[in-house]
């Protein structure tokens, strides 16, 4: 089979299009015949020697993939050869075929395309752990998602609304916060005009996020806290904005408040297992019913990553960006 390589570390040129060893189904695993993966951020980072995959997972990047089963390995129930897919991995996904463990996949949902169902997986299982299974965001209380045009963001926007929340979504420009509302969100900012924490405090009545998604780390902390509301609940996804800074613990005892900092990647099959059972009660209805959708904005051909991957880093998508075997 073919897979995208990363003889050494760099920029997009770095990938490598090359024809290795194909998989094989252990036990408790499938071999899915891939018919599409996307990017993520994490992709660029280990593209860049900065992020290598955790023990035993392929190397080759890919967090997410969709496609047919093509092989089931001893001690696997309840799929088989031919099904359509989606599924998490640790790694894998910008190659031809990946194997799986058979608690990370997902059916293809009703209404959506195996192509398009490539854009699911990693977004659904990070937004429902961390907004709703972490910081337990319910109905009536206001998320605010950073990077609300994003992969995450765009998710984290439906789904919020679809559980009945108020979603705030910073943003840059015009286009990309027009976006966010037609996906539902009520509140929009932009982090480029305006300074968040004065924004989400005017259209809240002083109130604040119950729950912020934040992707940027560092750069956020402080301000984050500060747009908490009581009891407010911090969960951070990313370091774009760097990883150290100082945090004020007087200002969180005195909102009640509460930090949280997670990974998806590294956790174990077990933990995995259990988001995407998750995934598969409470997001896949959604889903099926048309209420919440991928949102994909563009296609590329896998041997063509590099250019997936430069569209990211631009930063001027909305959405997922997919790449297509």
Not at 184 to 211: C, M, W
Request: aromatic content about 4%; proline content about 6%; some cysteine.
């Amino acid at each position: 089979m073919y897979a995208i390589t990363i003889p050494e570390p760099g920029g997009p040129e770095a990938l490598v299009w090359a024809e290795v060893p194909d998989p094989e189904a252990g036990e408790g695993e499938v071999v899915v015949e891939v018919a599409a993966g996307a990017v993520n951020r994490a992709d660029l980072l280990q593209r860049q020697g900065h992020y290598p995959p955790p023990p035993g997972a392929p190397v080759y990047p890919g967090l997410e993939c969709s496609g047919r089963i093509a092989e089931v390995g001893e001690g696997v129930t309840g799929w088989s050869v031919g099904d359509e897919v989606c599924a998490l991995l640790a790694g894998g996904g910008y190659a031809q075929r990946v194997a799986v463990p058979a608690g990370q996949l997902l059916p293809v949902p009703d209404g959506v395309g195996v192509v398009e169902a490539a854009a699911l997986p990693e977004v659904t299982a990070t937004v429902w752990s961390n907004v709703f299974m972490v910081a337990n965001l319910r109905p009536g209380e206001t998320l605010l998602v950073h990077g609300g045009a994003s992969g995450i963001g765009t998710m984290a926007v439906q789904l919020a609304k679809a559980v009945g929340a108020r979603v705030a979504v910073t943003a840059g420009g015009p286009q990309k916060l027009e976006r966010c509302r037609e996906l539902g969100a009520d509140i929009l900012i932009d982090y480029r005009e305006q300074d968040f924490v004065a924004a989400l405090k005017d259209a809240t009545d002083g109130a604040g996020a119950d729950v912020i998604l934040d992707i940027m780390g560092a750069k956020y902390l402080s301000r984050n806290i500060d747009a908490l509301a009581l009891s407010g609940r911090l969960a951070v996804i990313g370091m774009q904005g760097g990883s150290k800074a100082e945090l004020d613990l007087g200002k969180l005892l005195a909102k009640r408040a509460a930090v949280t900092a997670t990974s998806l990647r590294g956790r174990p099959r077990g933990e995995k297992a259990a988001i995407i059972a998750a995934v598969r009660e409470h997001v896949w209805p959604l889903v099926a019913d048309g209420k919440v959708r991928p949102v994909v904005h563009a296609s590329v051909p896998m041997e063509n990553a590099a250019e997936a991957h430069r569209a990211l880093d631009a930063g001027d998508h909305v959405g997922k960006i997919l790449l297509t075997v």
